[in-house]
């Protein structure tokens, strides 16, 4: 067996109706039909509300997708983000979304216009709901989770229907899963933050687990596939549809749909079929819907999707607090009070979606059973076709959020809180009470011999053919006595005299007797071609065969044989005709409005109120009840009829029931008196004999008027005897609020501790960050901070100096700024191969105004060694520069000098490795510089002067005061010259010799000697 529809627990508007779109403020126009006619000329635009809703780490996320929103074009959407913000503080998120975004950005006021191209931001400790195009705005609940998210998007699937956009993003617990599903649930559409790109990923992963999400991407992704489906979905022209509509794309799309999940979609509405691939097509970016036939024949995961689309169920335990209230007061207590100890109770929840409502009816009877102490035998089977909403009812996990549905009671007493997962998880001893199955209601046999069956919100998705045939099959699955629990939008329709109707706003319905003489229709007759047309007479009943009508027949004309010969008609006891005989047409007529087969309506006048006080006495007493002699008005003349009404008993033993035949005969007008009487006036006593009949009967209409009336007081007296049980148990339910209370204040201690706590971290905070700004200020030197993007993070008042920066840049792109600096074009470049590489650049640059700065790129490491940008700095160097040039010109004028002077000049190591040498001394010894500084200069010496030169220059080295010597050096072409050598130590700062510096001294006169 299998359960039906998962679409069946699901939104409580029919799909079939036209659902309005909102606009800006305006009349918004209609959501174009299915292949039909575009919006008014004069109808205001409407445009979709997208829902943001974020907690934990949800700040970053914000920022990532207003950044990546286009800049220069009109969004035509609204946003509204909602976020968990501490309640006693004033939130700085207006600001921080305004950097990243051309839209305008505004705190929610109560009663405020939504309009497109505007960012909504909601308040500290409000709950924000929209209605008519408008916000508004309410005091958080003190009392339970604060489901702010969940909230804020149940109103937005109940205000836009298809047209509501929910995006789920970073944060713990599981606010927004709940939202999320009655977006789906009215064709909306749910994109969720990938978990790998959140901080928190519990609600991402909450959502994620519900099988509804269209979309995981991160933050910096969302605009582009947003922006992409709202164009499909509302602005795409769909009035050339129509045509290839009708050329049988539905009905191909529904045997590829056969074909691959084995359920029949052609019995549902073709309204919701369409929506739904309008919808698909929509996110797939296809125009034409046989271009999205052939994508959907191509590729089987895109029906697997379109199947889950279907399915998609609005569900919540208890949904319709007062609706479970009516089962729980009125029709509970009907159905189980006949019900002996240890009986079965059966229960078929009919589209059971995740189970929730299947757990619901679960603790209504465990309940009830623990209240009365009977210990009834429960049997609960809860079916649907989507297998995965079955594994899910199956596990009974449910998201932290149920917590807004189920009060405290129920939530302790029938659920297991898991801490880790944030989940709660049915408990056993509930969980035992039911069996999940797969079926499809439409195909498969029902279930049979059962007490309550709840089928709510299925039939608006299916035909009225199948609706017609739906019904008659409760009727047969259920006992006499069962309820049927139908949606808001559902009615038994045609089958309504095989029902007594319990609450007419929730639909709930009994299930009458049946009628004398009517056999059960076999289950074969349902399945397995329930819907196939032509097996049975428009608009029949199952048990009105030709078989019954002719038992019905059988039963009138013998009770009619036996006692007169004239017109009868046999009802039941509400008055319905069974079976009617002889000519009526003088006594009734079909009443006004809708047609009706109750003989009361159809009454003629004179006959009405007696023929309602005859039924009454003959139901309540069992007997014969006659009325001779009736005035009753028959096509505009007044004729004599008597009026009898007979119980008949039909069957034997346990299975008797009455049924009542009334017969009509008209009567002789009364007869003149005899001659000779002593009348005074015919007429007159005529009148007063019509008169005295009159007040008889009026006389018996008051007395069972006011019998009824004793009843209905009895009843009363029942009901405040109730009420004053129901007073004493909120009583009792008051003191438990009450120790609840303290156990709040208790918890609202710790937590003002913690906040105190957290207000003492940032305010420490604020006061490093004050210190870091004025550290940054006054060292005076120029910092840019920048992002991955290159985006302008941050920078001190000496980078404007360099850029042309204000505060509103922050955010920017940096290559959008324009800098000051000559000749150096490639900062964004050079900071992009910083963040590529890791590795720092350095480079000195000259302002337009000529100052000089030494500028270094940076990787921005965070205390987790992150690399979450670049930071430049930038030193005024303009000193240095200055003093640089000085040296330089220094060096070049001392350069001059030594170069020109007479002796020859060299710097030598203390290894004797030549340093530095002047022109002269290369021209006296012949080498070019190059040479000299190659060599050492005991090379050079003559050898017979080595030693002793080399002895002096050790005594140099070791602190001796400085030297003068003549000796011999031996030139390049061999030649010998005699030099007088000046040697003096060069010492470093520890006053020790670092080199040496010799002046040599050419002696022409020595050489000429020693020739």
Same mark, same amino acid.
């Given at each position: 067996?299998?359960?039906?529809?998962?679409?069946?627990?699901?939104?409580?508007?029919?799909?079939?109706?036209?659902?309005?779109?909102?606009?800006?403020?305006?009349?918004?126009?209609?959501?174009?039909?299915?292949?039909?006619?575009?919006?008014?000329?004069?109808?205001?635009?409407?445009?979709?509300?997208?829902?943001?809703?974020?907690?934990?780490?949800?700040?970053?996320?914000?920022?990532?997708?207003?950044?990546?929103?286009?800049?220069?074009?009109?969004?035509?959407?609204?946003?509204?983000?909602?976020?968990?913000?501490?309640?006693?503080?004033?939130?700085?998120?207006?600001?921080?979304?305004?950097?990243?975004?051309?839209?305008?950005?505004?705190?929610?006021?109560?009663?405020?216009?939504?309009?497109?191209?505007?960012?909504?931001?909601?308040?500290?400790?409000?709950?924000?709901?929209?209605?008519?195009?408008?916000?508004?705005?309410?005091?958080?609940?003190?009392?339970?989770?604060?489901?702010?998210?969940?909230?804020?998007?149940?109103?937005?699937?109940?205000?836009?229907?298809?047209?509501?956009?929910?995006?789920?993003?970073?944060?713990?617990?599981?606010?927004?899963?709940?939202?999320?599903?009655?977006?789906?649930?009215?064709?909306?559409?749910?994109?969720?933050?990938?978990?790998?790109?959140?901080?928190?990923?519990?609600?991402?992963?909450?959502?994620?687990?519900?099988?509804?999400?269209?979309?995981?991407?991160?933050?910096?992704?969302?605009?582009?596939?947003?922006?992409?489906?709202?164009?499909?979905?509302?602005?795409?022209?769909?009035?050339?549809?129509?045509?290839?509509?009708?050329?049988?794309?539905?009905?191909?799309?529904?045997?590829?749909?056969?074909?691959?999940?084995?359920?029949?979609?052609?019995?549902?509405? !073709?309204?919701?079929?369409?929506?739904?691939?309008?919808?698909?097509?929509?996110?797939?970016?296809?125009?034409?819907?046989?271009?999205?036939?052939?994508?959907?024949?191509?590729?089987?995961?895109?029906?697997?999707?379109?199947?889950?689309?279907?399915?998609?169920?609005?569900?919540?335990?208890?949904?319709?607090?007062?609706?479970?209230?009516?089962?729980?007061?009125?029709?509970?207590?009907?159905?189980?009070?006949?019900?002996?100890?240890?009986?079965?109770?059966?229960?078929?929840?009919?589209?059971?979606?995740?189970?929730?409502?299947?757990?619901?009816?679960?603790?209504?009877?465990?309940?009830?059973?623990?209240?009365?102490?009977?210990?009834?035998?429960?049997?609960?089977?809860?079916?649907?076709?989507?297998?995965?909403?079955?594994?899910?009812?199956?596990?009974?996990?449910?998201?932290?959020?149920?917590?807004?549905?189920?009060?405290?009671?129920?939530?302790?007493?029938?659920?297991?809180?898991?801490?880790?997962?944030?989940?709660?998880?049915?408990?056993?001893?509930?969980?035992?009470?039911?069996?999940?199955?797969?079926?499809?209601?439409?195909?498969?046999?029902?279930?049979?011999?059962?007490?309550?069956?709840?089928?709510?919100?299925?039939?608006?998705?299916?035909?009225?053919?199948?609706?017609?045939?739906?019904?008659?099959?409760?009727?047969?699955?259920?006992?006499?006595?069962?309820?049927?629990?139908?949606?808001?939008?559902?009615?038994?329709?045609?089958?309504?005299?095989?029902?007594?109707?319990?609450?007419?706003?929730?639909?709930?319905?009994?299930?009458?007797?049946?009628?004398?003489?009517?056999?059960?229709?076999?289950?074969?007759?349902?399945?397995?071609?329930?819907?196939?047309?032509?097996?049975?007479?428009?608009?029949?009943?199952?048990?009105?065969?030709?078989?019954?009508?002719?038992?019905?027949?059988?039963?009138?004309?013998?009770?009619?044989?036996?006692?007169?010969?004239?017109?009868?008609?046999?009802?039941?006891?509400?008055?319905?005709?069974?079976?009617?005989?002889?000519?009526?047409?003088?006594?009734?007529?079909?009443?006004?409005?809708?047609?009706?087969?109750?003989?009361?309506?159809?009454?003629?006048?004179?006959?009405?109120?007696?023929?309602?006080?005859?039924?009454?006495?003959?139901?309540?007493?069992?007997?014969?009840?006659?009325?001779?002699?009736?005035?009753?008005?028959?096509?505009?003349?007044?004729?004599?009829?008597?009026?009898?009404?007979?119980?008949?008993?039909?069957?034997?033993?346990?299975?008797?029931?009455?049924?009542?035949?009334?017969?009509?005969?008209?009567?002789?007008?009364?007869?003149?008196?005899?001659?000779?009487?002593?009348?005074?006036?015919?007429?007159?006593?005529?009148?007063?004999?019509?008169?005295?009949?009159?007040?008889?009967?009026?006389?018996?209409?008051?007395?069972?008027?006011?019998?009824?009336?004793?009843?209905?007081?009895?009843?009363?007296?029942?009901?405040?005897?109730?009420?004053?049980?129901?007073?004493?148990?909120?009583?009792?339910?008051?003191?438990?609020?009450?120790?609840?209370?303290?156990?709040?204040?208790?918890?609202?201690?710790?937590?003002?501790?913690?906040?105190?706590?957290?207000?003492?971290?940032?305010?420490?905070?604020?006061?490093?960050?004050?210190?870091?700004?004025?550290?940054?200020?006054?060292?005076?030197?120029?910092?840019?901070?920048?992002?991955?993007?290159?985006?302008?993070?941050?920078?001190?008042?000496?980078?404007?100096?360099?850029?042309?920066?204000?505060?509103?840049?922050?955010?920017?792109?940096?290559?959008?700024?324009?800098?000051?600096?000559?000749?150096?074009?490639?900062?964004?470049?050079?900071?992009?191969?910083?963040?590529?590489?890791?590795?720092?650049?350095?480079?000195?640059?000259?302002?337009?105004?000529?100052?000089?700065?030494?500028?270094?790129?940076?990787?921005?490491?965070?205390?987790?060694?992150?690399? !979450?940008?670049?930071?430049?700095?930038?030193?005024?160097?303009?000193?240095?520069?200055?003093?640089?040039?000085?040296?330089?010109?220094?060096?070049?004028?001392?350069?001059?000098?030594?170069?020109?002077?007479?002796?020859?000049?060299?710097?030598?190591?203390?290894?004797?490795?030549?340093?530095?040498?002047?022109?002269?001394?290369?021209?006296?010894?012949?080498?070019?510089?190059?040479?000299?500084?190659?060599?050492?200069?005991?090379?050079?010496?003559?050898?017979?002067?080595?030693?002793?030169?080399?002895?002096?220059?050790?005594?140099?080295?070791?602190?001796?005061?400085?030297?003068?010597?003549?000796?011999?050096?031996?030139?390049?072409?061999?030649?010998?010259?005699?030099?007088?050598?000046?040697?003096?130590?060069?010492?470093?700062?520890?006053?020790?010799?670092?080199?040496?510096?010799?002046?040599?001294?050419?002696?022409?006169?020595?050489?000429?000697?020693?020739?």
């Amino acid at each position: 067996m299998a359960a039906s529809h998962s679409i069946g627990d699901g939104a409580p508007v029919a799909e079939d109706k036209q659902k309005p779109s909102r606009g800006s403020g305006k009349k918004a126009a209609s959501a174009p039909q299915p292949g039909g006619a575009a919006a008014a000329p004069d109808a205001a635009q409407p445009f979709p509300i997208v829902g943001i809703g974020a907690s934990a780490g949800g700040l970053k996320a914000l920022e990532a997708f207003f950044a990546a929103m286009p800049r220069n074009d009109d969004v035509t959407m609204a946003f509204v983000v909602v976020q968990h913000l501490a309640p006693d503080h004033k939130s700085l998120l207006v600001e921080l979304v305004r950097r990243y975004t051309r839209m305008q950005v505004v705190e929610a006021e109560n009663q405020i216009t939504v309009e497109p191209n505007r960012v909504y931001i909601i308040p500290p400790a409000r709950d924000l709901t929209i209605k008519d195009d408008k916000l508004w705005l309410a005091a958080q609940q003190a009392r339970g989770p604060h489901l702010t998210i969940d909230h804020f998007f149940r109103s937005l699937a109940d205000e836009q229907h298809e047209r509501a956009i929910c995006i789920v993003m970073s944060g713990t617990g599981s606010d927004g899963t709940l939202g999320l599903r009655a977006v789906k649930g009215e064709g909306g559409m749910a994109i969720v933050q990938a978990p790998d790109t959140a901080e928190y990923d519990g609600m991402p992963r909450s959502a994620i687990n519900t099988g509804l999400v269209d979309f995981v991407l991160s933050p910096s992704d969302m605009p582009a596939h947003l922006l992409a489906y709202a164009r499909h979905a509302f602005e795409h022209d769909r009035s050339r549809e129509a045509p290839q509509l009708r050329d049988g794309i539905l009905k191909r799309l529904c045997q590829l749909l056969r074909a691959q999940t084995g359920h029949d979609f052609t019995q549902y509405k !073709e309204t919701t079929l369409v929506r739904r691939m309008e919808r698909r097509m929509a996110l797939r970016q296809i125009d034409l819907p046989a271009d999205y036939l052939r994508y959907a024949r191509d590729n089987p995961p895109e029906l697997e999707a379109l199947f889950r689309d279907l399915l998609i169920g609005v569900t919540s335990f208890f949904r319709d607090p007062e609706a479970f209230g009516i089962l729980e007061e009125k029709v509970l207590p009907r159905i189980l009070a006949d019900k002996a100890v240890h009986d079965a109770i059966r229960v078929w929840v009919c589209a059971c979606s995740t189970g929730e409502e299947a757990y619901s009816i679960a603790i209504l009877l465990y309940e009830y059973a623990s209240r009365t102490k009977k210990p009834f035998k429960i049997q609960l089977f809860a079916t649907d076709i989507d297998s995965h909403a079955i594994e899910q009812a199956r596990a009974g996990i449910y998201p932290a959020s149920i917590a807004a549905d189920l009060s405290d009671e129920r939530l302790a007493r029938f659920f297991s809180y898991d801490s880790q997962r944030g989940t709660y998880r049915i408990q056993k001893h509930i969980r035992d009470l039911l069996v999940f199955s797969e079926q499809d209601v439409i195909k498969d046999p029902p279930f049979s011999k059962l007490d309550l069956i709840t089928c709510r919100n299925l039939l608006i998705y299916l035909n009225s053919e199948v609706q017609r045939r739906l019904i008659p099959l409760f009727q047969y699955a259920l006992l006499p006595g069962g309820a049927l629990f139908l949606g808001t939008s559902e009615t038994v329709g045609e089958a309504a005299r095989l029902f007594q109707v319990v609450d007419r706003k929730w639909k709930l319905y009994v299930r009458g007797p049946d009628e004398p003489g009517a056999a059960r229709t076999p289950l074969a007759d349902f399945t397995p071609p329930l819907f196939a047309a032509g097996q049975r007479r428009h608009g029949a009943h199952p048990a009105e065969s030709e078989a019954d009508s002719g038992s019905l027949r059988h039963i009138t004309e013998q009770a009619m044989l036996a006692h007169y010969g004239q017109a009868g008609v046999l009802i039941n006891a509400r008055g319905q005709i069974l079976h009617i005989i002889g000519r009526t047409g003088k006594f009734l007529e079909p009443a006004d409005g809708d047609a009706a087969l109750n003989i009361l309506p159809m009454a003629r006048e004179g006959l009405r109120r007696e023929l309602a006080v005859a039924l009454h006495k003959a139901v309540a007493q069992r007997e014969v009840v006659s009325y001779p002699a009736l005035r009753v008005k028959a096509n505009g003349s007044p004729i004599t009829a008597n009026l009898v009404v007979r119980p008949v008993e039909v069957g034997t033993g346990a299975a008797a029931q009455l049924v009542f035949l009334v017969v009509l005969e008209e009567a002789p007008e009364i007869a003149a008196p005899a001659a000779g009487a002593a009348v005074a006036d015919p007429e007159f006593a005529s009148r007063l004999a019509t008169l005295e009949q009159e007040l008889h009967s009026k006389d018996e209409y008051l007395q069972t008027t006011l019998e009824e009336m004793e009843t209905t007081n009895e009843e009363l007296k029942s009901t405040n005897e109730e009420m004053q049980s129901v007073n004493e148990e909120l009583q009792s339910t008051n003191e438990e609020l009450e120790t609840s209370k303290e156990e709040l204040q208790s918890v609202n201690e710790e937590l003002s501790t913690v906040n105190a706590e957290l207000q003492d971290k940032v305010a420490d905070l604020s006061r490093a960050n004050n210190d870091m700004n004025n550290l940054l200020a006054g060292t005076g030197v120029g910092t840019l901070f920048v992002d991955h993007e290159i985006r302008i993070a941050r920078f001190t008042p000496a980078a404007t100096q360099v850029i042309n920066l204000i505060n509103s840049d922050i955010g920017r792109p940096l290559e959008h700024v324009v800098s000051n600096l000559v000749g150096y074009d490639r900062l964004v470049p050079d900071i992009r191969e910083v963040l590529q590489t890791l590795v720092p650049k350095e480079a000195e640059v000259r302002s337009k105004s000529g100052t000089w700065y030494l500028m270094r790129i940076r990787p921005y490491r965070t205390m987790e060694n992150l690399i !979450e940008g670049a930071v430049v700095t930038l030193v005024d160097i303009n000193e240095r520069k200055r003093t640089e040039e000085s040296l330089r010109h220094s060096e070049q004028r001392l350069s001059l000098f030594i170069n020109q002077a007479y002796a020859g000049v060299a710097e030598v190591s203390l290894q004797g490795q030549y340093t530095f040498v002047n022109d002269r001394l290369c021209e006296l010894l012949g080498y070019t510089r190059d040479e000299l500084l190659q060599r050492r200069q005991r090379e050079l010496v003559a050898p017979e002067d080595v030693a002793a030169s080399q002895a002096l220059y050790d005594a140099l080295a070791q602190g001796g005061p400085g030297l003068q010597v003549d000796k011999r050096y031996v030139r390049r072409n061999g030649e010998r010259l005699w030099v007088h050598e000046r040697v003096s130590a060069i010492r470093d700062r520890g006053d020790r010799p670092s080199s040496f510096l010799a002046l040599s001294f050419e002696l022409p006169d020595r050489d000429g000697a020693s020739e």
